[in-house]
């Protein structure tokens, strides 16, 4: 069984026992999340969701907290002598998905 979820703006095909990065989700290591923007839920039979599937939801476990790797922008503009360079760090959560609900 799989699904199809919505979270940070973005979506992700997740089956039970995946872990999943995503940005960061507000709870601590341990903590149970639950994801109630089911998209599609997929299996035996397919249901697809207009735009969500009502009464599914996806329950995951908070497994870390933490920072992603270091991006780079470079920005510059040829002739003029003018470079910057920034970066950052974004923060992000991996989730442990446990059970599917559909």
């Known amino acids: 069984m799989y699904a199809v979820v919505r979270t940070g703006g973005k979506q992700y095909k997740v089956s039970e026992g995946d872990f999943l990065k995503v940005e960061k989700l ?3 290591v341990g903590d149970t999340i639950e994801l109630s ?3 599609m839920v ?3 039979t397919v249901k697809i ?3 969500l599937v009502p009464s599914a939801s996806v329950v995951g476990k908070i497994v870390e907290q ?5 991006i780079l922008v470079f ?3 040829r002739r003029k002598d003018s470079r910057k360079l920034r970066g950052h760090r ?3 959560t991996i989730l442990k998905i446990e059970k599917i609900n559909g």
């Open 26 to 28: 507000d709870g601590a």
């Open 37 to 39: 923007e089911v998209l």
């Open 42 to 44: 997929g299996g035996d």
């Open 49 to 51: 969701g207009t735009p």
């Open 66 to 70: 933490g920072k992603d790797k270091k």
């Open 75 to 77: 920005k510059s503009k």
């Open 90 to 92: 974004q923060p992000r």
